[in-house]
Structures are given as C-alpha cells and as structure tokens.
C-alpha cells in the first residue's frame, strides 16, 4: 500500500478558490497517472481531473475552464486548483495514483479532504 497524503480542503464561497494537493511516495510518482475523484453524499464517486506520467490531463464536462490539475514529480505532488468554485462542487476531494509496476496493476487512493462551498 503507497500512502497518498493529501491537504488544502475547507469551506468557501461560491466563486471562491482552493488548492488541493497531494503527496506520494517518490516510488512510484513518477510512472503513476494521478488523479483526483469526488463523492459527495449520495453519490458514486466520480471523476474530477486526471494527469498521465507524460502529461497528458483529461477533465470533466463540469470542471473545465474552471479546474487545472498539474504536477510536480520533484516534489511527488499533484495539485487541483479550483477556481470559481459553485454549490455542486461540494464533495470530498481524492487523490488517485494508479499504473502497471513490474507487469502488476495498482490503484491507490488518499483519506479524502472536504471540499465546501457554501454562502
């Protein structure tokens, strides 16, 4: 198991912003897609934004424009910025690592942070 440690969840108001990142372990970082899912009460998770090894990001219909997942493999992060933050984008916020190691499949997932949004 490859912990993923995540930070920057809270409350703010729509339009607000919030940065959310997420920390691996070097290991496997580097050759992982990362990603970031949500699930808010009732809902299955789903997912938000991810970012290949190579760079390569796919986004939601409902976050584009808004979201911007980027990475930094020196430090073993991946971070979301949320920006214009509406209602629905209410959930908690996980990180996602996932690839092949050595012909084996993984899939690793954070605790989960708190997203708000709320006047």
């Known amino acids: 198991q490859v912990q993923l440690v995540e930070s920057g969840g809270g409350s703010v108001q729509p339009g607000g912003s919030l940065r959310l990142s997420c920390a691996a372990a070097?290991?496997?970082?580097?050759?992982?897609?990362m990603g970031w899912y949500r699930q808010a009460p009732g809902n299955q998770r789903e997912l938000v934004a991810t970012?290949?090894?190579?760079?390569?990001?796919n986004y939601a219909d409902s976050v584009k424009d808004r979201f911007t997942i980027s990475r930094d493999n020196a430090k073993s992060t991946v971070y979301l910025e949320m920006n214009r933050l509406k209602p629905e984008d209410t959930a908690v916020y996980y990180c996602?690592?996932?690839?092949?190691?050595?012909?084996?499949?993984?899939?690793?997932w954070g605790q989960g942070t708190q997203v708000t949004v709320s006047s």
């Open positions: 970012i290949t090894s190579g760079g390569s990001i």
């Open positions: 996602n690592a996932a690839g092949v190691f050595r012909t084996k499949q993984y899939n690793f």
């Open positions: 070097s290991s496997i970082f580097t050759i992982s897609t």
